[in-house]
């Protein structure tokens, strides 16, 4: 069964940091990874898929690394800002969506 | 113009009745979703249809009936609701079914289901 974690649980830091959220997984025979961020009171919204034969995938101030022999996979924010605070959410598939229970950032003005 | 979109937003209602969430997707995406998300924000997959047809039916109660009637909708009803049942509920789709590499999801804004 798979089983994925998020690491930390919670993170607050002040504006303009470079930040990393982890992700790991237990099985790694896995099709993509798909990363999202949920706003309170909303839906979610994806930001960035690595297919199981990438590395990794870029999008603006972004960047999302796979490595899927050791299960495991980073979310890289450069230069964060207020607008960043939100649950950041990992989920694999394989033939249906695991998520893990998020990750909440705080950026602080 | 909204992708996924779901009504209504909230639902508050008592044990024992029955209710309908409706979602709707104008991707032009063969796959949708229902997810719930407990007060723990924990996100589980429910259903899945393709093309009008079930392909993933987790373990959910037989309360729960989802309705595909074109490839465009997917509606959840659930019977003798229970307070079990408060949590929000996600409709999402894809263009890809699950096991495609490819299969980017995009979920709709939620409906608040709260059971008295």
């Known amino acids: 069964k798979q089983e994925v974690t998020q690491i930390p649980a919670a993170l607050s830091v002040p504006e303009g940091e470079n930040l990393v959220l982890n992700c790991s997984f237990t099985?790694?025979?896995?099709?993509?990874l798909q990363w999202f961020r949920q706003d309170p009171g909303k839906g979610l919204t994806s930001l960035l898929l690595?297919?199981?034969?990438?590395r990794e995938q870029t999008s603006g101030r972004l960047n999302a690394s796979l490595d899927k022999s050791s299960g495991r996979s980073t979310l890289y924010i450069a230069a964060s800002q207020p607008g960043d605070s939100a649950t950041y959410l990992c989920?694999?598939?394989?033939?249906?969506?695991?998520f893990g229970a998020g990750t909440i950032l705080r950026v602080k003005s | 113009d909204t992708a996924v979109s779901q009504t209504p937003k909230y639902l508050v209602t008592q044990m024992g009745n029955d209710k309908s969430i409706k979602c709707e997707q104008n991707?032009?995406?063969?796959?949708m979703y229902w997810y719930k998300q407990d007060s723990k924000k924990f996100l589980k997959i429910m259903f899945s249809?393709?093309?009008?047809?079930?392909?993933i039916n987790e373990t959910v109660p037989n309360r729960f009936s989802p309705k595909s009637p074109d490839k465009a909708h997917l509606n959840l009803h659930i019977n003798s609701l229970e307070l079990g049942d408060s949590a929000v509920y996600f409709c999402?789709?894809?263009?890809?079914?699950?096991?495609?590499?490819?299969?980017?999801?995009?979920f709709g804004p939620g409906t608040r289901l709260t059971v008295l």
């Open positions: 999402a789709s894809s263009q890809e079914t699950p096991g495609a590499g490819n299969n980017e999801q995009f």
């Open positions: 099985d790694s025979a896995i099709y993509n």
């Open positions: 690595i297919q199981s034969s990438q």
């Open positions: 989920a694999v598939s394989r033939n249906k969506l695991v």
């Open positions: 991707l032009g995406h063969d796959t």
């Open positions: 249809y393709n093309n009008k047809e079930l392909i």
